[in-house]
């Protein structure tokens, strides 16, 4: 058994903070109640999902509309199949180094006729706006850039981006489930129309995440449709337990983001250098772009990076192998083919992904396990008789 877990897969999944389980926990006793209902209870319930709406809203500002989705994948699809329209037909401009999120869904409505075009990224995940500005056309339906990559945690320039697409009349969307616990997302994402996020990547429950819509920017066409709740935008019983747990998540966020931000990239630096000092011939990914504060993605060439994460479980380690984060399989990553790090580095690439929880200690511990490791899984692979 490892003497203490650390975990260091936030990106998967961040650990249900404390005072969401707070806030949760009474509506585990209510009555039934569903918030459309007239009685007393429904209303109760009501007040407390209009409440957690509020919530998520105020991450991006004022401005905006809440639409509830099931997480973050539901808000990525929601996005892409209401800006095509019934039947789809335009043009979508995505990047390269999109969540499945938003690919899966773009290879659907190509497949019906929609045009997609996804802009590609330099060595450090870096979308160009120029690029964007390129791909743009006079039926350009939208574009979806995410605001930080989930797997090397490149921050995206979306601000400039959505000058560009806006001068052109186009909406544009962002995939801020990574970004959300870090970035001031009302600073940082300019006249963005439409925002993604996940309950489950802030310390809030799986299961819920939203899609933001500034004032005046409408879902045309409902992915779920059925009783006609949230304006008909996304039908279906809110759940008044995930709801209050994702508001009180957003409030955290709000709280923290600063001061975490600042404390967690020093943690990061530290387990960086840690690595790079204890652990030879290793690569860092995405060192020329801004990153999110928590993410550190680093190639151990000569070391299966599975081998290594199912190692470093045995060690009490919780990591991420390429983009093992959507199946908890290890498999080829678009992202790493698309920044062009050769064979060699995305064999050994590996996430570790800070939280508001991880402690400096624990990135002590961490960096002495992670070199044990490499060394063992290094010395595994090694031709017998080498
Ligand atoms: N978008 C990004 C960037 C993600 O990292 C993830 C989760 O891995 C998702 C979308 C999907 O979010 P959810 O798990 O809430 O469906």
Redesign the pocket.
Known sequence: MPASRIYLDT??TAPLAPEVREAMEPWLHEVPSNPSGIHEPARRARAAVEDARDRVGELCGEDFRVVFT?????A?NLALWSAAGLPPTGHLVVSAIE?P?IHEPARALTALGVDVDLVPVDADGRVAPEAVQEALREDTRLVSI?TA??EIGTLQPISRIVEIAHARGVPVHT?A??AAAWLDLADELGEIDMV?L????IGGP?GI?ALLLRTGVEVREPLIRGGGQQSGRRAGTEPTILTVGFGAACARVARRRDREARRVAALADALRSGIESTVPDIQETGTGAPRLPNTVHVCFPDCAGDALVARLDLDGVAASAGSA??SGVAHGSAVLEAIGLPPRLQAGAVRFSLGYHTSEDEIAAAIERIAAAVEAVRAASLPAGS
């Open positions: 990106n998967a099931s997480g973050g994948t539901e990525d969540h999120a995410m990559n989930n995939d489930v990574q993604s996940s309950g489950h990547k799986p995440g984060c959507a």
